[in-house]
T-cell receptor, first 115, second 111 residues
Framework: DTGVSQDPRHKITKRGQNVTFRCDPISEHNRLYWYRQTLGQGPEFLTYFQNEAQLEKSRLLSDRFSAERPKGSFSTLEIQRTEQGDSAMYLC?????????????FGPGTRLTVL | AQRVTQPEKLLSVFKGAPVELKCNYSYSGSPELFWYVQYSRQRLQLLLR??SRESIKGFTADLNKGETSFHLKKPFAQEEDSAMYYC?????????????FGKGITLSVRP
């Protein structure tokens, strides 16, 4: 499967714990996005990278959230001191800058449950 | 600020009936508009984009800049069209390409 992959698919944690998610984009894609989706809502933009540079962060991304993309390949999203409000589906997407259209390819998501 | 509005949460139709999923947007500029679809137990995937003006699986969508709308239409619904549909917007090509999504609508096609 050469699509976007995410790991883990599900994560259950206790409030106050730290969690880290991983996203592996399609290999030739240089742009990588993180979105969060809660029940009954569409995905909401969190942050995006072009290669290894983090170019934009949403105000949704509090200081408990940090994302990295070392070497411009896979990316990690860490949430420190998780809160119940962090429970959501975290989606990763990738695309290739310079393509004729902005089609983002999505991963299956990581479902986070904070107890 | 960019915003996408999908006014309905659910549309239920019989097989063979026409379908129109509504989408309105707010953006100061020339946006790119998309429809994404999520079938049961599958990941979110692109259905169509306004810039290509194509028909995918019998669906079409026309960008109406005057009404700031991008409604998705299909003349004859099929059971396999049952899914969650999201309208999405991004800035001009080459600019920040983050997607802003609507809340989505569930399309249920009954036999």
């Amino acid at each position: 499967d050469t699509g976007v992959s995410q790991d883990p698919r599900h994560k259950i944690t206790k409030r106050g714990q730290n969690v880290t998610f991983r996203c592996d984009p399609i290999s030739e894609h240089n742009r990588l996005y993180w979105y969060r989706q809660t029940l009954g809502q569409g995905p909401e933009f969190l942050t995006y990278f072009q290669n290894e540079a983090q170019l934009e962060k949403s105000r949704l991304l509090s200081d408990r959230f940090s994302a990295e993309r070392p070497k411009g390949s896979f990316s990690t999203l860490e949430i420190q001191r998780t809160e119940q409000g962090d429970s959501a589906m975290y989606l990763c997407a990738s695309t290739k800058r310079g393509s004729s259209y902005n089609e983002q390819f999505f991963g299956p998501g990581t479902r986070l449950t904070v107890l | 600020a960019q915003r996408v509005t999908q006014p309905e949460k659910l549309l239920s139709v019989f097989k063979g009936a026409p379908v129109e999923l509504k989408c309105n947007y707010s953006y100061s500029g020339s946006p790119e508009l998309f429809w994404y679809v999520q079938y049961s137990r599958q990941r979110l995937q692109l259905l169509l984009r306004h810039i290509s003006r194509e028909s995918i699986k019998g669906f079409t969508a026309d960008l109406n800049k005057g009404e700031t709308s991008f409604h998705l239409k299909k003349p004859f619904a099929q059971e396999e069209d049952s899914a969650m549909y999201y309208c999405a917007l991004s800035g001009e090509s080459g600019a920040n390409s983050k997607l802003t999504f609507g809340k989505g609508i569930t399309l249920s096609v009954r036999p």
